[in-house]
């Protein structure tokens, strides 16, 4: 069988690609991307010959570029912002291409989950504190319902992705204490990335006021105070 590869470029920086996503990168014949969600120096440090930006390609264009090119022998490197597996959309393109005798071989990459961690200074998991992470989505134009208002009463840290434009509506809909923490943070990684703290009731006006509108990560929960949550000591220590 024939077959392609789908990379995580990682959150921004171009240094948190792995080691495995950078060596396909280099030595890839042809590069298809997520548009500005990749960091141009990714894209200008893969030796394609052939680059694609996907940003304004159907699927079904995305899926011919990809077995044309495999076909005719060439590496072809689907690259992904973050983690493919978040949001990623990848599992139509492989079963799409599944059909058509071409499998995928999936190299993971560092989500923006993990990067907003690293930029709030804290664990998302933190005993005592929070011992689940829920990753979720608002509705929007392609989700129905979301699960936002029950997901927010279980009290763990909440990460919701997608979710910019639709701030102000996100958390007046979160049925946690308007003090419970939370945080926005735009770009994490990236040289522009902005970490905007508060709580549910004013986290919104004060990551607007920083002009935050879009390519941002909501964090929701007392892990977003990281060393001053209250959190228990970690057996791990003991």
């Known amino acids: 069988m024939h077959k392609f590869y789908i990379v995580g470029a990682g959150p921004g920086a171009p240094d948190l690609i792995t080691v495995r996503g950078m060596d396909l990168l280099r030595r890839a014949d042809v590069l298809i991307y997520a548009g500005s969600l990749v960091n141009p120096a990714l894209v200008e440090e893969s030796g394609a010959g052939i680059k694609l930006d ?8 995305i899926v011919g570029a990809i077995e044309e090119n495999v076909r005719a022998g060439k590496l072809v490197v689907r690259l992904h912002s973050g983690d493919p597996a978040l949001y990623g959309a990848i599992v139509e393109q492989m079963a799409e291409l599944d059909r058509r005798g071409i499998e995928a071989e999936i190299v993971p990459g560092v989500s923006s989950l993990f990067a907003a961690a690293a930029a709030l200074k804290t664990q998302f998991t933190l005993r005592d504190v929070s011992e689940s992470l829920i990753v979720t989505r608002p509705a929007g134009a392609t989700l129905e319902r979301d699960l936002i208002p029950e997901f927010s009463r279980l009290g763990q840290t909440m990460v919701v992705f997608l979710g910019t434009e639709l701030m102000e509506e996100v958390l007046a809909r979160v049925e946690c204490p308007p003090e419970t923490p939370a945080a926005v943070v735009y770009h994490a990684s990236w040289p522009d990335q902005k970490v905007v703290r508060g709580t549910v009731a004013d986290i919104a006006e004060k990551a607007r006021a920083a002009g935050i ?3 941002a990560l909501i964090v929701i929960g007392k892990a977003v105070e ?10 791990l220590y003991s």
Request: hydrophobic share 40%; glycine share 14%.
């Open 54 to 61: 996907s940003w304004k390609m159907a699927l079904p264009e």
């Open 213 to 215: 509108e879009r390519t």
């Open 226 to 235: 990281g060393a001053a949550s209250g959190f228990g000591r970690s057996v």
